[in-house]
């Protein structure tokens, strides 16, 4: 039977690039988004060209009820082999006004709708189910303006590595990728100067591509990294060095 992978956030970015490499790779795909319905059908359309059996599921993955909508399609009852937990959210906000409604919107988006969406589909995983969490370099080091951003990933960072030694003897395996600055929505915005400054700050000297985060994610959901669990694996071109 087709293996079937399940990305949240699957519409754009880094979950659009990684839904095209399973995709090619022969999975089944379920792919959810929040709001942005087209980024998501385009996803659709690309990877059926390559003969991919592929849904998209609106989710606000920070809902209860709406992880369980997930969790009641019809493909998740066959087994899920594969599931990245990609979706987040960034607002940069200076910590010294951070509010407690904005800092409890971030985790609970970026590090509860995590937890919910694993605890959902955690009775569908198959005996060698893979699950890759996107953490963030932000996660460890910090920055200006995300304080809940990187409390948020340093949370989720957390969780997924004792998650990984609970499941250890059950076969399954629990990995995250802390991403350096990728070239997505969220530096889509920045003026030429502020993307060249972005780039000075970088050793291999340019943002990465989602497409190499994603190749990242495809070795850890594949039998080549059968041993690598609950591990950090950095993919930031030398920015952050821990």
């Known amino acids: ?3 079937l992978a399940v990305i949240t956030g699957g519409s754009r970015g880094i979950g659009a690039a990684t839904a095209n490499r399973l995709a090619s790779e022969g999975y089944r795909l379920i792919i959810t988004y929040h709001t942005d319905a087209q980024s998501a059908e385009n996803v659709i359309s690309g990877v059926r060209e390559i003969d991919c059996d592929c849904v998209a599921v609106k989710v606000d993955c920070s809902d209860s009820g709406e992880v ?3 969790a009641d399609h019809p493909w998740i009852s066959e087994g899920v082999d594969a599931l990245v937990l990609n979706h987040a959210m960034y607002e940069r906000r200076d910590a010294t006004k951070l509010t407690i409604e904005a800092l409890e919107q971030t985790m609970n988006v970026n590090f509860t709708g995590s937890f919910l969406v694993w605890k959902a589909l955690s009775p569908f995983l198959s005996k060698s189910a893979s699950v890759v969490v996107l953490g963030s370099q932000l996660g460890l080091k910090g ?6 951003y990187s409390a948020s990933k340093g949370a989720l960072h957390a969780w997924a590595r004792s998650l990984a030694i609970d499941v250890a003897e059950s076969g399954q395996r629990v990995n995250v990728i802390a991403p350096g600055t990728i070239d997505t929505d969220l530096v889509a915005g920045d003026t030429p100067v502020k993307r060249s400054e972005r780039e000075l700050g970088i050793p291999m000297g340019r943002l990465g591509e989602p497409d190499e985060v994603a190749s990242v994610v495809s070795f850890l959901l594949s039998e080549d990294s059968s041993y690598i669990t609950g591990a950090v694996i950095h993919v930031n071109g030398g920015l952050y060095r821990p």
């Not at 920055?143 to 809940?148: E, F, P, R």
């Open 68 to 70: 369980m909508v997930l």
């Open 143 to 148: 920055t200006a303006t995300g304080a809940d």
């Open 1 to 3: 039977m087709t293996k």
